[in-house]
């Protein structure tokens, strides 16, 4: 999939991206850079992007749970993403279903080395941005989970794109803690459905720079 899109991506001027990239939005660079570039140069009103918050306020309720102050910046959302009325009964609902399933699974009983973490990983000549939501010890070296409020993928090509933002964070916690690659795991925990999802395989850090360079038209480069 990664030389389809890199063929389908050939040809023609590729859009100025900016330099810091969150790795959330990786996926939709690779995607759609067009779309993505334009949205960051003209950003339009839209709707109240509510998921955006309840994901938010479960994710500061994990963080003040284990009582580990994170120090990650609101880096991940565009600038019409934010909502500020207040919480809807439905919403508060959807939160509490939220907790419920994050206590009846494998991670409420552990402790995480850190929660809400934010490593700027060099690639591509970019800075990506990635925010850890939890890292826990292993056996074999550390696993990071991403919390996820919104729906699970819904096939295998979904799933391969949004893969894009685990192999960012292993690489990532991998250079910054100077540990090995292969002792990096990473996993989503989707949990509305209290499903975990980890991918077959993750992409190698060649693959994550070709992939970006293809959006943006340059020359592969670390």
Known sequence: MLAER???????????LPARIPASRFK??????????AQLRRPMPERPYRQTRLGTTFHSWVENRFGIQGGAEAVDTFPDEFDDSGPT????????????????????????EAVEIEIHLQLAGHVVVCKLDAVYATE???????????RAP???ADLELKQFQLALYR????????VPLESVDAV???????????????????????????????????
Not at 28 to 36: G, K, L, M, N
Not at 91 to 97: G, H, I, S, V
Not at 140 to 150: A, E, M
């Open 188 to 222: 989503f925990f989707f949990v509305a459905d209290d499903l975990v999802l980890r991918p077959e395989r993750f992409y190698s850090e060649r693959e994550l720079a070709e992939s970006l360079s293809s959006a943006t038209g340059a020359s592969p480069r670390p």
């Open 89 to 112: 009964s439905v919403e508060q609902e959807r939160l509490d279903a939220l907790i419920e399933t994050f206590e009846r699974s494998e991670w409420a009983d552990r402790r995480p």
């Open 140 to 150: 074999d070296g550390v696993q990071i989970v991403d919390w996820k409020t919104g």
């Open 28 to 37: 939709d660079i690779v995607s759609a850079p067009d779309a993505v570039s």
């Open 6 to 16: 890199a063929e389908r991506l050939a040809g023609g001027e590729r859009p100025a």
């Open 154 to 156: 819904r096939d295998a």
């Open 171 to 178: 690489l990532a916690y991998s250079r910054w803690r100077g």
